[in-house]
Antibody
Framework: QITLKESGPTLVKPTQTLTLTCTFSGFSLSTSGVGVGWIRQPPGKALEWLAL???????RYSPSLKSRLTITKDTSKNQVVLTMTNMDPVDTATYYC????????????WGQGTLVTVSS | EIVMTQSPATLSVSPGERATLSCRAS??????LAWYQQKPGQAPRLLIY???TRATGIPARFSGSGSGTEFTLTISSLQSEDFAVYYC???????????FGGGTKVEIK
């Protein structure tokens, strides 16, 4: 059974850097074809894909947020970390991580999500 | 960027009735489309991938169809647990740049 769980701060100040960790079980990011993605959802709004990282350390980012995002993995800890710089109140959202696959980046399953509020 | 447009924004349906949700892509995505269900306070759940293949454990009353730019999710007989928001997502690009639709809320009529 695959499970994922997001962790990180619930409140960040504008201009700060957000660091979120996705801890997963039931699969390995050293297995060929495996990936983990990050997706966010502002309150009451739609989903927005942010980033993907694959078993071979290939990294992909949303073009609109690429300059602010970094995704990394720690295979030994079964963790994926997303950092987002220069946070703004419009970045207030629930941030999800999810299991994905090479060449077919749908997301299944998802973590429970973590709400991050950006406010001074 | 491929833009995904879902309609209607809200669909009012009585339990036991059929629900038909639409998703349109701004350019062809072949059959590279997924559908998700999201209930309040929960993470999205994958329902359909490849436009028409049900994910593991998804009831047969959920079906997907379409290809190219026009897609449909049909719920044949709505159950109480089906009232939720549904999102489509394309994954046609390489390198991957998945995009989601704005969602359709299925509410009780």
């Amino acid at each position: 059974q695959i499970t994922l769980k997001e962790s990180g701060p619930t409140l960040v100040k504008p201009t700060q850097t957000l660091t979120l960790t996705c801890t997963f079980s039931g699969f390995s990011l050293s297995t060929s074809g495996v990936g983990v993605g990050w997706i966010r959802q502002p309150p009451g709004k739609a989903l927005e894909w942010l980033a993907l990282i694959y078993w071979d350390d290939d990294k992909r980012y949303s073009p609109s947020l690429k300059s602010r995002l970094t995704i990394t993995k720690d295979t030994s800890k079964n963790q994926v970390v997303l950092t987002m710089t220069n946070m703004d109140p419009v970045d207030t959202a629930t941030y999800y991580c999810a299991h994905s696959q090479w060449l077919v980046p749908w997301f299944d399953p998802w973590g429970q999500g973590t709400l991050v509020t950006v406010s001074s | 960027e491929i833009v995904m447009t879902q309609s209607p924004a809200t669909l009012s349906v009585s339990p036991g009735e059929r629900a038909t949700l639409s998703c349109r892509a701004s350019q062809s995505v072949s059959s590279n489309l997924a559908w998700y269900q999201q209930k309040p306070g929960q993470a999205p759940r994958l329902l359909i991938y490849g436009a028409s293949t049900r994910a593991t454990g998804i009831p047969a009353r959920f079906s997907g169809s379409g290809s190219g730019t026009e897609f449909t999710l049909t719920i044949s007989s709505l159950q109480s647990e089906d009232f939720a928001v549904y999102y489509c997502q394309q994954y046609n690009n390489w390198p991957p740049r998945p995009t989601f639709g704005g969602g359709t809320k299925v509410e009780i009529k």
